[in-house]
């Protein structure tokens, strides 16, 4: 069995963070729009919240940083909020919009 890419292994980590509002994980939500990896493994992750007034967002943008940080070869973190463009239903995987009972 192959060994996971790091682009792997950052997904899989990001979906162990959840959304205390929503019993689905931040990636199959499409809270993730970007994953980049830098130079020395430096991580750059572009995330949205469902809403800008989210009162949890603080937590799970230190969720995502220490996840990510903790994967082996991992040097650095940059977490980026952005709310351009707004999160919608759309953007939720098939699963996770099976999960929500929206299909």
Not at 26 to 52: F, Q, S
Request: net charge negative; charged share 30%.
């Amino acid at each position: 069995m192959s060994e996971l890419s790091l682009r792997d292994k950052i997904e899989e980590a990001l979906r162990t963070v959840h959304d205390p509002e929503i019993p689905v994980n931040i990636y199959e939500l499409g809270l993730v729009y970007e994953i980049k990896i830098g130079n020395n493994n430096r991580i750059g992750i572009t995330m949205t919240l469902t809403a800008p007034g989210c009162p949890v967002a603080g937590d799970i943008i230190r969720e995502v940083d220490q996840k990510v940080r903790d994967i082996e070869g991992v040097s650095d973190v940059d977490v980026h909020l952005t709310f351009d463009p707004p999160w919608t239903r759309d953007m939720m995987s098939e699963e996770a919009k099976l999960e929500l009972g929206f299909l």
